[in-house]
């Protein structure tokens, strides 16, 4: 029989995958992987089992995507059009490579996935999966399938006894994981419409957002964050714990319309509290101890980076090449920001670094002031030369 390794979420899309897959001949091997979202997996393995996989993996992959991937993206500055942590970009990447692992055990030839046709996921996963591997054939089942509407889908399934937990209350649609959450359909899909507040699933309306405001300090070495309030942490515990922070006090909510890279313009909105502020502090500290040549052309490169996770380019020579660099500049980004979270908000009110090239005693307007006054004469004479002549 032909075997396929799907990616498997547990959803609608998947689940009934399972069963149009085995109906064409195929033996199903289901792939959960778990990059940090909410659920339940021993129920969607069991689900799985039930709608006729021959076999299910759980693979555990939050430490790669922690150290593999979120971190390099965070050091790198990487947001898409300003307003994206990247969340769900990110993840794709690391999920190709899962399934080609598991394709590789169990001798498949096929992989396939849920994505639609009309979204970034697939080209992701599939552009990743063949960098990854070579002759590995992938079925896209929801791109072909030929149901006529979501309802048509959900018969299917009733009739095939696959459960449905999609609702006409929830109409959203949901892609989560460590580094946050993007959330699309329903009224959002009109750009001119405010999101509802129950489209919002890990942070707090900012207005019922708790009145006093907490103040939190976050420890890096070598751009990595590592402390929170003097107390050591992963990585990984510390976006858990700054995620339900930040989503206490409503920080890290966006609302954007963004260009996809099929084409169109989609509407989607993101909740990510600890990319939020990490982000923010990461930045922050940047800004004390490189120099500034340095901060600028590394400022020109994220939007760049960004745009190589977005569009689905992660195993290339050029995401390698940026690392190469970033990784040297991150060689002296160790010290310590402070931030207050308030409302939504999440503003830097300190940092402090063995590395800091700030000076205060060049900075200061008191009697302290060690700065060359007299100097300034000369340099603003040549500095000024083409002005003067023009
Ligand atoms: N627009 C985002 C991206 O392309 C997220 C896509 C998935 N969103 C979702 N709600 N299922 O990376």
Not at 130 to 152: H, Q, T
Not at 190 to 209: F, M
């Given at each position: 029989m032909k075997k396929i390794v799907l990616a498997y979420s547990g959803g609608l899309d998947t689940s009934v995958a399972i069963r149009w897959l085995k109906e064409r001949g195929f033996?199903?091997?289901?792939?959960?992987v778990d990059v940090g979202q909410k659920g339940d997996f021993q129920k969607a393995k069991k689900k799985a089992?039930?709608?006729?996989?021959?076999?299910?993996?759980?693979?555990?992959?939050?430490?790669?995507?922690?150290?593999?991937?979120?971190?390099?993206?965070?050091?790198?500055?990487?947001?898409?059009?300003?307003?994206?942590?990247?969340?769900?970009?990110?993840s794709r990447p690391l999920i190709a490579k899962v399934l080609v692992e598991v394709a590789r055990k169990e001798k498949a030839k096929f992989v396939g996935h849920g994505c639609?046709?009309?979204?970034?996921?697939?080209?992701?996963?599939?552009?990743?999966?063949?960098?990854?591997?070579?002759?590995?054939?992938?079925?896209?089942?929801?791109?072909?399938?030929?149901?006529?509407?979501?309802?048509?889908?959900?018969?299917?399934?009733?009739?095939?006894?696959?459960?449905?937990?999609?609702?006409?209350?929830?109409?959203?649609?949901?892609?989560?994981?460590?580094?946050?959450?993007?959330?699309e359909c329903g009224v959002l899909e009109?750009?001119?419409?405010?999101?509802?507040?129950?489209?919002?699933?890990?942070?707090?309306?900012?207005?019922?957002?708790p009145k006093k405001p907490v103040y939190i300090t976050i420890d890096f070495e070598k751009g990595e964050p590592h402390g929170l309030n003097g107390k050591r942490f992963t990585p990984t515990e510390?976006?858990?714990?700054?995620?339900?922070?930040?989503?206490?006090?409503?920080?890290?909510?966006?609302?954007?319309?963004?260009?996809?890279?099929?084409?169109?313009?989609?509407?989607?909105?993101y909740e990510a509290p600890a990319a939020s502020i990490l982000h923010t502090a990461h930045k922050e500290l940047e800004a004390l101890v490189l120099e500034k040549e340095v901060l600028h052309f590394k400022d020109m490169i994220s939007s760049k980076y960004a745009?190589?996770?977005?569009?689905?380019?992660?195993?290339?020579?050029?995401?390698?090449?940026?690392?190469?660099?970033?990784?040297?500049?991150?060689?002296?980004?160790?010290?310590?920001?402070?931030?207050?979270?308030?409302?939504?908000t999440c503003a830097v009110v300190g940092r402090r670094s063995k590395f800091s090239l700030y000076n205060e005693k060049l900075a200061t307007y008191s009697q302290e002031d060690s700065f060359d006054h007299t100097a300034a004469e000369g340099f603003i004479k040549i500095w000024g030369?083409?002005?003067?002549k023009r």
């Open positions: 033996d199903v091997i289901a792939c959960l089992r039930k709608i006729g996989a021959s076999n299910v993996y759980v693979v555990d992959a939050k430490g790669e995507f922690v150290n593999d991937f979120i971190l390099p993206a965070l050091k790198a500055n990487a947001v898409y059009e300003d307003k994206y942590f990247l969340a769900t970009a990110l639609t046709g009309k979204g970034n996921d697939q080209v992701r996963i599939e552009v990743s999966l063949s960098a990854l591997a070579k002759g590995l054939k992938v079925i896209a089942p929801v791109r072909v399938w030929d149901f006529a509407s979501r309802e048509a889908q959900i018969r299917y399934a009733k009739t095939h006894k696959i459960p449905v937990t999609a609702t006409k209350k929830n109409p959203y649609s949901f892609d989560e994981n460590l580094w946050g959450i993007s959330i009109n750009p001119n419409t405010e999101p509802p507040e129950d489209a919002y699933q890990i942070s707090t309306d900012p207005q019922k957002a510390l976006i858990n714990k700054l995620n339900a922070m930040g989503g206490l006090h409503g920080v890290g909510r966006s609302d954007m319309v963004e260009n996809r890279l099929v084409g169109i313009k989609s509407r989607e909105i745009e190589i996770i977005y569009n689905g380019l992660w195993y290339g020579r050029l995401r390698e090449s940026l690392d190469k660099f970033i990784e040297n500049t991150q060689k002296v980004v160790t010290g310590s920001v402070r931030l207050k979270l308030y409302k939504g030369l083409p002005y003067k």
